[in-house]
Nanobody
Framework: QVQLVESGGGLVQAGGSLRLSCVAS????????MGWYRQASGKQRELVAA???????NYADSVKGRFTISRDNAKNTVYLQMISLKPEDTAVYYC??????????????WGRGTQVTVSS
């Protein structure tokens, strides 16, 4: 079983910055892709950014140039640095990770989410 715990959300004014962190723990052998998703009120969950174990990244068009995803493989941690935040970035941000756990089992786990609110 693999658990993900996010931190770093909060209330910030438009134009401000936040840094989200997500730590994976449990019966982890390897983690492949780690990513951040978000879900605004009344909308579907969407991919914000993802990063592979080799460091390849993928971003939603709406956040390119403003958000940066990174990871520390030794700490099983993924980060999302967000700058120039806009009110439309307001959402619950969820961490996701997939990989292999003990006994060859695979996992695809989600965190409980952290609220990011951007005021205008």
């Amino acid at each position: 079983q693999v658990q993900l715990v996010e931190s770093g959300g909060g209330l910030v004014q438009a134009g401000g910055s936040l840094r989200l962190s997500c730590v994976a723990s449990g019966r982890i052998v390897t983690i492949n892709t780690m990513g951040w998703y978000r879900q605004a009120s009344g909308k579907q969950r969407e991919l914000v950014a993802a990063i592979t174990s080799g460091g390849s990244t993928n971003y939603a068009d709406s956040v390119k140039g403003r958000f940066t995803i990174s990871r520390d493989n030794a700490k099983n941690t993924v980060y999302l640095q967000m700058i120039s935040l806009k009110p439309e970035d307001t959402a619950v941000y969820y961490c996701n990770a997939d990989g292999t756990s003990y006994f060859g089992r695979t996992f695809d786990s989600w965190g409980r989410g952290t609220q990011v609110t951007v005021s205008s």
